[in-house]
């Protein structure tokens, strides 16, 4: 099991490029969410997947697009980079029983270190 | 809305010495899930423990402990005789499980750097 996989490990855009951050995971997860890290601010949802086909927005979605055509991928789409999107972006992905009130750890992919300048 | 507090953002202790990782959240669910989450200097994010709100149980995982305390809204974290392996970023994070299934946006609190010196 390679667990939550992203790509790239780093990436350095000039404002107004657009990329993709990949993420893949390989556990069967139902769950799946993008967070990015600032320093000082802790980690933020910025969007989340309950399932193929379905995705909502977190906390900060602004400027971010999100699909998720399959169970194992779930990438993240920079429209239009700008200096505020410099952070280091976590996948993540979690299991579900399909009850209900059962809520489980996530597993975090390694980071993407963003820089857009 | 839900909320983590984490008041400390920096702690530095001398090995062997025990520390205490305060973590406070706000909910307004009676069904909710708290965690802890180590970030290491190498980025990573691993996970510590998760705990559900009809669970007041303390645990204890060798030189790891929390304690849940519901009436004060906290979930503390404690590492007993620290070592040098420990200086790391520590998480707490909150989870509101909602009726009709499962569901989760992790809220996390800002984060606590504990760098413990030998």
């Known amino acids: 099991n390679a667990g939550v996989t992203q790509t790239p490990k780093f990436q350095v855009l000039k404002t107004g490029q657009s990329m993709t951050l990949q993420c893949a995971q390989d556990m069967n997860h139902e769950y799946m969410s993008w967070y990015r890290q600032d320093p000082g601010m802790g980690l933020r949802l910025i969007h989340y997947s309950v399932g193929a086909g379905i995705t909502d927005q977190g906390e900060v979605p602004n400027g971010y697009n999100v699909s998720r055509s399959t169970t194992e991928d779930f990438p993240l789409r920079l429209l239009s980079a700008a200096p505020s999107q410099t952070s280091v972006y976590f996948c993540a992905s979690s299991s579900s029983t399909g009850q209900g009130y059962s809520v489980y750890e996530q597993y975090f992919g390694p980071g993407t270190r963003l820089t857009v300048t | 809305a839900q909320k983590v507090t984490q008041a400390q953002t920096e702690i530095s202790v001398v090995e062997k010495e025990d520390v205490t990782l305060d973590c406070v959240y706000e909910?307004?669910?009676?069904?909710?899930?708290l965690f802890w989450y180590k970030q290491p200097p190498s980025g990573e994010l691993v996970f510590l423990i998760r705990?559900?709100?009809?669970?007041?149980q303390n645990e204890i995982s060798g030189r790891y402990s929390w304690n849940f305390q519901k009436s004060t809204s906290s979930f503390n974290f404690t590492i007993t005789a620290s070592q040098v392996v420990d200086s790391a970023v520590y998480f707490c994070a909150l989870s509101e499980a909602w009726s009709g299934g499962s569901n989760y946006k992790l809220t996390f609190g800002k984060g606590t750097l504990l760098t413990v010196n030998p």
């Open positions: 705990r559900n709100s009809f669970d007041e």
């Open positions: 909910t307004r669910d009676t069904t909710y899930y």
